[in-house]
């Protein structure tokens, strides 16, 4: 019974994330506006590819996945909606603190890109997911690797950037701040 309670409870809180998200977002900036909102639909569709993925029978047959066809057995074995679910895990916290004003989510978002690769990472190695594995393998070479770096420094500038310095989104959070105190 518990159980049901707090899943309802999930839903009630995503329902009052939305419509939180239609009473703030005129006042939001139009880039944190557009991360919000993608964030939260991203974990409904998510969310309903996981909950898909345990009700697929077995006697469905094979599941293509980035063009080899697996059993349902093999599908579960490779992790691929575990893969799934902790990308999405890390979807729900955006638009939750964005719409809070929550002083975490600006260096949440900083670090975003991190955060994404070590979960899939951690849980496709756990499983040992073949596309985990082949990607993380790239990064063998040295060019590799500082190309990766490359994409996470211009990632982590512009959205300091965007987040810190940009006066639309600093008045955005500002405002919270300043009735807190």
């Known amino acids: 019974m518990r159980k049901i309670i707090k899943i309802r409870g ?9 419509i939180l998200y239609d009473t703030i977002k005129k006042n939001m900036p139009l880039f944190l506006r ?9 974990y409904i569709v998510l969310g309903i590819f996981f909950l ?6 077995p ?21 691929e909606p575990l893969v799934v679910l902790a990308w999405a895990s890390w979807m729900l916290p955006i638009p939750y603190g964005v719409l ?12 975003f890109p991190v955060i994404q690769v070590l979960t899939i990472g951690i849980v496709g190695f756990l499983f040992e997911h073949p596309e985990t594995i082949r990607i993380f393998n790239n990064f063998n070479s040295t060019k590799d690797l500082l190309w990766y770096v490359f994409h996470l ?3 982590v500038i512009l959205a300091t950037w965007y987040l810190y310095y940009k006066k639309t989104v ?12």
Do not use: H
């Open 10 to 18: 999930l839903f009630k809180n995503i329902r009052d994330l939305y």
């Open 59 to 79: 006697a469905m047959g094979e599941i293509r996945v980035n063009d080899e066809y697996l059993t349902w057995q093999e599908f579960w074995k490779r992790g």
């Open 100 to 111: 809070r004003k929550k002083r975490w989510v600006r260096p949440f978002l900083v670090c």
């Open 170 to 181: 600093v008045e955005f959070f500002n405002l919270e701040e300043s009735r807190i105190r």
């Open 153 to 155: 420094s211009v990632w």
């Open 34 to 42: 557009f991360i919000t909102r993608v964030s939260l639909d991203g």
């Open 52 to 57: 898909v993925s345990l009700l697929l029978p």
